[in-house]
């Protein structure tokens, strides 16, 4: 079955260090993005691809870095300089553009201990 | 620049009753496209339902029909016979056909459903 696969569910960091989580789907989309969720904030956009070896930054994109070396996979790193890392975060991806929906991963969480 | 507003923090319905979820955009684009997604508790993102600017028929799926009024820019999600399961938060989410530009959530509404 197609889908997207978002490892791990849980991940914990320490100050100052960097984490990365993954994100690997296989349903041949395009284009995938990286969403952070905050209680009450709704849905912010971090990065975002339309193609590979290419990648815009969001509303957000300060302290997290990506790569787009393969179509399948959209890994996004936080570094040491987010400040405020702790959140949830989905990534989702779609064919050509948003206007044909999203399919979301079930995402991660991370704390920062 | 789009612009999703959901008014409505929480809301309560009674199990069995119809509730109306409160979504307004702001766009300048003439074509694109609004979505509903539902988040349960376990945090994954639930396709629900996707109205076209230029659909005349308002979209249904099932108990999940969307109340779109294109002058006011609404696009109002209305769940018939509310079920226990319903229970979660509920985002509106837009994108304009031009651009492959990402989709913009709203914040969302919480909705319980009481027995």
């Known amino acids: 079955d197609g889908g997207i696969t978002q490892s791990p569910k849980y991940l914990f960091r320490k100050e100052g260090q960097n984490v990365t989580l993954s994100c690997e789907q296989n349903l041949n989309h395009d284009a995938m993005y990286w969403y952070r969720q905050d209680p009450g904030q709704g849905l912010r956009l971090i990065y975002y691809?339309?193609?590979?070896?290419?990648?815009q930054k969001g509303d957000i994109a300060e302290g997290y870095s990506v790569s787009r070396e393969k179509k399948e996979s959209f890994p996004l790193t936080v570094t040491s300089a987010q400040k405020n890392p702790t959140a949830f975060y989905l990534c989702a991806s779609s064919l050509q553009g948003a206007i044909y929906g999203y399919t979301f991963g079930s995402g991660t969480r991370l704390t920062v201990v | 620049a789009q612009k999703i507003t959901q008014t409505q923090p929480g809301m309560f319905v009674q199990e069995k009753e119809a509730v109306t979820l409160d979504c307004t955009y702001d766009t300048s684009d003439q074509s694109y496209g609004l979505f509903w997604y539902k988040q349960p508790s376990s945090g994954e993102m639930i396709f629900l339902i996707y109205q076209g600017s230029y659909d005349e028929q308002n979209a249904t799926e099932g108990r999940y029909s969307l109340n779109f009024q294109k002058a006011r820019k609404s696009a109002n999600l209305v769940i018939s016979a509310s079920q226990l399961g319903d229970s979660a938060m509920y985002f509106c989410?837009?994108?304009?056909?031009?651009?492959?530009?990402?989709?913009?959530f709203g914040k969302g509404t919480r909705l319980s459903v009481i027995a």
């Open positions: 989410a837009m994108s304009p056909y031009s651009g492959n530009t990402p989709l913009v």
């Open positions: 691809s339309q193609i590979v070896n290419d990648f």
